[in-house]
Nanobody, 113 residues
């Protein structure tokens, strides 16, 4: 299984950024997985940002979406603040399970003030 996250970088406060995650090798087919974005800031625990099963979802400044035809999941982040600085990870879990079984390598997002 590969979850390849990309799109991170250094941006200024107030900017937007779109992260992408390309999934491959999921045993039961991409459509049967809940996809999530987590983040871990320096010195903090990893936290769930948002997840998606079927439909796009907006949580505050962040919107998660998926393209099942391309096995892709996206995270649109708007009005970024320095507090959003973290490594962002893409993850997958089977819809019938509670545990996140598959993780990507992470992409660094740094927001300068």
């Amino acid at each position: 299984v590969q979850l390849q996250a990309s799109g991170g970088g250094l941006v200024q406060a107030g900017d937007s950024l779109r992260l992408s995650c390309a999934a491959s090798g999921l045993r039961f087919g991409f459509n049967n997985y809940v996809m999530g974005w987590f983040r871990q800031a320096p010195g903090k625990e990893r936290e769930l940002v948002t997840s998606i099963r079927y439909t796009d979802s907006t949580k505050g400044r962040f919107t998660i979406s998926r393209d099942n035809a391309k096995n892709m999941v996206y995270l649109q982040m708007n009005s970024l603040t320095p507090e959003d600085t973290a490594v962002y990870y893409c993850a997958a879990r089977l819809a019938v399970k509670n545990s996140w079984d598959h993780w990507g390598q992470g992409t660094q997002v740094t927001v300068s003030s």
